[in-house]
């Protein structure tokens, strides 16, 4: 077989002539890159609840922007931030107590979501805006939109470069870095918000709900594999963008094998990197980690009755 | 707002906020917001799935649930909770996606699903959701000790020999059955509201565990009624006002216990 | 196990995931005594406390606790306890839940049980706080509560994981003195454990002295002294007692030394 045969087996014909394809592959990188390394950070600092609630509440504004006719990129970021800072104002010093209010924002940006996308279906006579809005359509991104989202990734990217020192020290040891004269709380808020630039992003092409997936995913299989942190923001990145691409091409492919009910890529970004989860956790580091878990597997206390 | 078709959609809103608010309380005293979130939301693909198979959707939903519950208490073996949690989450949600790509009749109930559509309750639906609340219910009062030792300290509970990994995975199971039985009345992205919302209000009121519990289910109920009232008021979903709601519920607990620090 | 032993750990050994963490660790404790279990941070009381409760399998050797027949044989407080204030639970509750945390059913209102808790928040000096929220309680309060909703079902053995932690000088008195009046009046025994063994001189019957993975036991003027502890760090210790207070200093070879052994406690086991 030459290569010419195993390249058209591999990418179904018109893969690299598509208009969508290529949009879709450059956004879709964009939106990798920048959640691998924004999902780092989110990992180490334990917020992929706060991740995941971002892109959820974030599904208001690209509701919003679906019934106003505004860009949905904008919509998803505005209403991202929105809830970035809400999570921060409320003052919550334990784990649990943060979770508590992430959710709790959540449950009222969702509320809002819901109104719009009511708005959406009564108003107009689309029926999709729900099933758009909370998984996206990475083949049906105009063009145009690539400017902008590149404006936003590199935003981002350049927030994390700026911020990268004081915010790893604060991720790993807030008290630590306090002592060091880092702004914690200001750290914490900034943050957030470049997870909200990622998550709207990502919310674009893989959807709202299934953006959790890019910024969490890629992450957590570099972690497992670098234990230097810049070197897991790399391999992040590159993870997210090989299972996007992957996804994209798959998804493309599958359009072929399926008699043209093909497989949405959201699905198939999500299996490439749930399957790479599943493989690296088998791997080496994963008994180190079960060291830190604060209980024992459960033997039964072997009491014998002397008495 | 008290006519015929809106007697269902009462009682199915009450059950469903009894039971929420009874979980709730162990939802928060655990921490468990993120596992409470993200088990309705990967339980909901299950409807789609039941809708593509043509099974009952409930049956989808507590399949979907379980598979939540596993993936999570597998997943964690092996990693942080929350990492955990996540991952299955989007694992599910990405069958989702898929099921949801297999036809397009289904847009109207994604919403419903997600949202909620409590005016659509028929009798037929309210015996699976009286007979799943009961049991979620029961599990709670019968695990109530050893949970709420094992929540306090997990290692407080093993040296009494109540395992926390075991009260951890029935915990998410008791998450997971009133998600499956609330999902279909008030939808995936807001069960959790109700569950976390009314809870958090109910701990800064009172200093017992048991009272707590059952202000939190009382709190909840109170909550979906004027959800229910306000959304038949003003024609706005429901979930609006469940997620408003919810969010000044825990305002006003955060307020109280506040003021009560300062002796007020 | 000898009559009148409580707890028999002979030639116990521990390894966890291939690091051998206890070697060999050898102590008894008879009915009603107080025991010491002093050491460093790292030098593994956790661990051989968690061993004892049965949460870790020795590799070698047995852990044996003579539970009299009774089903409570062991009571524990464990360590970095901090509860949540936000925790809707009160101090009275807590000892309730040592009585019977672990039946099934929510409790229902019972004069028998409510008894207990008040008898035993009496022993412990917690009547004062008992209707209070737990995560509102100062360190010391907290700790007597522990200790209450560990001793409720009267428990022949009682295990201590550093109590003594971040609690004020007057608190640290006030609990060493209660465990020994609690010890004495329930004829329990007592292991606790301690990186400072000063606040206990007074207090102990035995002290089992941990470094490196190893252990010396036995009464604390036969275990602090300079030739046993030299031997158990495997260089030169100095004990000197000033004011009544005892202090173990190390040679100056410690920190390269004790470098060397925290990474690879097996080295140090093997020196004679």
Not at chain 1, 95 to 107: I, K, Y
Not at chain 1, 253 to 263: F, K, L, M, V
Not at chain 2, 198 to 219: D, E, K
Not at chain 3, 121 to 150: P, W, Y
Request: hydrophobic residues 55%; glycine residues 10%; charged residues 15%.
């Amino acid at each position: 077989m030459d290569v010419q045969t195993l390249l058209s087996l591999l990418f179904e014909p018109g893969f690299f002539t598509s208009e969508p394809v290529r949009t879709a592959a450059v956004i879709g990188a964009a939106a990798a890159i920048v959640s691998g390394v924004v999902g780092v950070f989110t990992v180490i600092r334990g917020q992929s609840f706060a991740g995941h609630s971002l892109a959820d509440v974030s599904s208001a504004g690209g509701s919003a922007a679906f019934l106003f006719g505004i860009n949905p990129l904008l919509g998803f970021l505005g209403m991202g931030v929105l809830a970035a800072m809400s999570m921060e104002l409320v003052r919550a010093d334990r784990a649990s107590e943060r979770d508590l209010v992430t959710g709790v924002v959540t449950g009222a940006g969702l509320g809002v979501a819901a109104l719009f996308l009511y708005l959406d279906m009564t108003t107009s006579s689309t029926t999709g805006a729900a099933v758009t809005v909370m998984f996206g359509s990475i083949f049906a991104i105009p063009a145009s939109l690539v400017p902008l989202a590149l404006l936003v990734g590199a935003g981002a990217l350049l927030a994390i470069g700026v911020l990268y020192r004081p915010l790893l020290l604060s991720s790993l040891d807030p008290d630590l870095a306090a002592v060091r004269g880092v702004p914690v709380r200001l750290m914490g808020l900034l943050f957030l918000i470049v997870v909200a630039l990622a998550v709207a992003l990502s919310a674009i092409t893989v959807g709202a709900i299934l953006s959790t997936g890019l910024l969490i995913g890629p992450a957590a299989i570099a972690l497992h594999l670098a234990k230097r942190p810049g070197l897991a923001i790399l391999l992040a990145a590159v993870i997210g963008v090989a299972v996007t691409w992957g996804g994209i091409l798959v998804s493309y492919d599958s359009y072929e094998w399926t008699g043209g009910r093909g497989w949405p890529v959201s699905f198939c970004i999500v299996m490439l990197i749930f399957v790479a989860y599943a493989v690296v956790a088998q791997t080496g580091p994963a008994r180190e980690r079960r060291q830190e878990h604060p209980l024992p597997s459960g033997e039964k206390p072997h009491v014998t009755s002397a008495g | 707002m008290f006519e015929d078709f809106m007697v269902n959609t009462w009682i199915a809103a009450t059950l469903v906020a009894v039971v929420a608010g009874i979980v709730g309380f162990f939802v928060v005293i655990r921490g468990a917001s993120f596992a409470a979130h993200a088990l309705p939301l990967s339980a909901f693909p299950g409807a789609a799935a039941a809708n593509l198979v043509g099974v009952n959707p409930l049956l989808g939903l507590l399949v979907f649930s379980g598979l939540g519950v596993a993936g999570i208490s597998q997943l964690a073996r092996r990693g942080r909770r929350d990492l955990a949690t996540a991952l299955s989450l989007v694992m599910l949600l990405g069958l989702g996606a898929l099921f949801l790509s297999r036809t397009t009749e289904y847009f109207q109930a994604v919403y419903a699903l997600l949202f909620g559509e409590v005016l659509g309750v028929s009798n037929a639906d309210l015996g699976p959701v009286a007979l799943l609340g009961a049991v979620s219910v029961a599990l709670i009062v019968i695990l109530f000790r050893p949970l709420l030792l094992s929540s306090v300290s997990p290692e407080l509970g093993e040296a009494r020999g109540v395992s926390a990994r075991l009260m951890e995975a029935l915990f998410l199971s008791v998450v997971a059955l009133a998600t499956a039985m609330a999902l279909p009345v008030v939808g995936a992205l807001l069960v959790f509201s109700l569950m976390v919302g009314p809870a958090s209000a109910a701990r800064a009121l009172t200093n017992r565990p048991l009272s707590a519990m059952l202000l939190s289910g009382a709190i909840s109920v109170v909550t979906v009624w004027a959800a229910i009232a306000l959304s038949f008021i003003s024609d706005w979903p429901v979930g609006l006002f469940v997620g408003g709601l919810s969010a000044l519920t825990y305002g006003a607990g955060r307020s109280w216990a506040w003021a009560g620090e300062r002796g007020l | 196990m000898a009559r009148g032993e409580v707890l028999a750990v002979r030639q116990a050994s521990v390894s966890l995931s291939g690091r051998s963490i206890l070697k060999d660790i050898d102590f008894s404790l008879e009915a009603g005594e107080f025991c010491g279990l002093i050491g460093a941070n790292g030098s593994g009381k956790t661990t051989l406390l968690r061993t004892i409760l049965g949460f870790i399998a020795p590799s070698s050797g047995s852990v044996t606790i003579d539970s009299g027949g009774k089903l409570a044989s062991v009571g524990y407080v464990p360590q970095k306890f901090a509860l949540d204030p936000y925790m809707p639970m009160r101090a009275r509750d807590l000892v309730a839940l040592g009585l019977d945390g672990n039946r099934l059913g929510v409790p229902l209102p019972s004069p028998g049980r409510r008894r207990k808790v008040d008898e035993m928040l009496e022993s412990v000096d917690a009547t004062r706080f008992a209707d209070q929220r737990i995560g509102n309680l100062s360190g010391g309060q907290q700790q007597r509560v522990l200790i209450a909703h560990a001793l409720i079902r009267r428990p022949r053995l009682l295990l201590l994981d550093e109590p003594l932690a971040n609690l004020d000088m007057r608190s640290v008195a006030g609990v060493v003195a209660l465990l020994r009046r609690l010890s004495q009046e329930f004829q329990t025994s007592v292991l606790l454990s301690a990186h400072d063994m000063n606040p206990l001189l007074s207090a102990m019957d035995r002290i089992v002295y941990l470094a490196h993975g190893r252990a010396a036991s036995g009464s604390t003027d036969a275990v602090v002294r300079t030739e046993v502890l030299s031997q158990l760090y495997g260089y030169h210790i100095d004990v000197v007692r000033v004011h009544g207070r005892v202090i173990v200093v190390a040679a100056e070879a410690e920190d390269d030394a004790q470098a060397a052994v925290a990474h690879d406690p097996v080295h140090v086991a093997q020196v004679p």
